[in-house]
């Protein structure tokens, strides 16, 4: 499968994104989509991740109620709804794919990453 992040761009602290992945090659049914980012100076990091298997979705605690995770099946694309947005959320995105029915722990979300990835996509929020 491959990915395409797209949606980044320079918002106001308080502003709103969306951001998208979009797959070719497989259907995105059989796997799992989590999107990561890195911020300069710090390690990669999960922030939401979306189950194949039966649609649940999973947040990082910093982003629980401002960011939103879906896939729209017949787009065959994964988005990461962006809102109430601070300076700490300025990072570049990553959408990555796994084909696991099941979101693994952001631990390990955090530590293996994904098996095919997307370029990034830079979010920069100005305070």
């Known amino acids: 499968v491959q990915l395409q992040a797209s949606g980044g761009g320079l918002v106001q602290t308080g502003g709103s994104l969306r951001l998208s992945c979009a797959a070719s090659?497989?259907?995105?049914?059989?796997?799992?989509v989590g999107w990561f980012r890195q911020a300069p100076g710090k390690e990669r990091e999960g922030v939401a991740c979306?189950?194949?298997?039966?649609?649940?979705?999973y947040y990082k605690d910093s982003v629980q109620g401002r960011f939103t995770i879906s896939r729209d099946n017949a787009k065959n694309t994964v988005y990461l709804q962006m809102s109430s947005l601070n300076p700490e959320d300025t990072a570049v995105y990553y959408c990555?794919?796994?084909?696991?029915?099941?979101?693994?722990?952001?631990?390990?979300?955090?530590?293996?990453?994904?098996?095919?990835w997307g370029l990034g996509t830079l979010v920069t929020v100005s305070s």
């Open positions: 090659g497989r259907t995105l049914d059989y796997y799992s």
């Open positions: 979306f189950s194949s298997g039966d649609g649940s979705t």
């Open positions: 990555g794919a796994d084909p696991v029915r099941e979101c693994p722990d952001f631990r390990v979300l955090n530590s293996h990453g994904a098996d095919y």
